[in-house]
């Protein structure tokens, strides 16, 4: 992932750093969605897909918001020096939020129709 204007803002690479961890945590969701739901489906059928379905729409979400984020936070350092530009990182985070919920839905639906 190479920054937008070819310049890094700062040595420690913190911004590319959370923009990676924000990647590997969409990729987590989406693993997390389509193995929840495959075990599901036994018990909740069509209904566990749907929300596999869900669960990976909400992954690519984070994805997308956190790729977006990347950007606006690395043109804020570069051309401002400072990251009064930027918005705080509710998307990504009511994503993962939601996300959990829903694994945490369908597991418990595992249990307890086993």
Aim: proline letters at 4%.
């Amino acid at each position: 992932m190479s920054p937008p204007s070819g310049r890094v803002f700062d040595t420690g690479l913190q911004a590319e750093r959370t923009a990676l961890a924000w990647r590997r945590t969409a990729l987590a969701m989406a693993v997390g969605a389509v193995g929840a739901g495959r075990l599901a489906v036994p018990v909740l059928g069509v209904l566990a897909l749907l929300a596999a379905v869900v669960g990976l729409a909400q992954a690519a979400l984070v994805a997308v918001a956190a790729r977006r984020r990347y950007r606006v936070v690395h043109e804020s350092l570069t051309t401002r020096g400072d990251l009064t530009g930027v918005r705080q990182a509710g998307v990504p985070i009511a994503a993962l939020a939601c996300s959990g919920v829903l694994i945490g839905v369908l597991a418990l639906a595992f249990v307890v129709g086993s």
